[in-house]
């Protein structure tokens, strides 16, 4: 029964908020060792309509350029090297090119 109320109130304590990508990041506190709350968080997606918005030439892919160009100039929510960095978090498959998948987390 504790077991059960412990993995309630975490799914309970997950929180979803908004990025400056205008994605969004969700943190679910997850017990460990003696109790203690551990935060895991997830690499922050963006939302489909901006992958559209950045995705130009419509290949189904973006690239770090065209990333910075949006995230950094268009829009100005980032500096060169935040977008860089999120960049690389979200390329998972280090490719260079962000897929819908990668980016948004939809097929």
Do not use: H, N, R
């Amino acid at each position: 029964m504790m077991k059960k109320l412990a993995k309630l109130f975490a799914l309970l304590a997950s929180v979803t908020v908004l990025t400056a990508c205008g994605g969004t990041e969700t943190t679910t506190p997850t017990p460990s060792g003696e109790g203690s709350p551990e935060t895991v968080t997830a690499v922050k997606l963006i939302p489909v309509a901006v992958f559209k918005e950045i995705d130009i030439d419509q290949k189904g892919e973006i690239t770090q350029v065209q990333f910075g160009e949006y995230f950094v100039v268009k829009k100005k929510e980032l500096t060169k090297e935040d977008a860089d960095k999120k960049f690389k978090e979200l390329d998972k498959d280090g490719t260079g090119t962000l897929t819908k998948e990668e980016a948004t987390g939809e097929k």
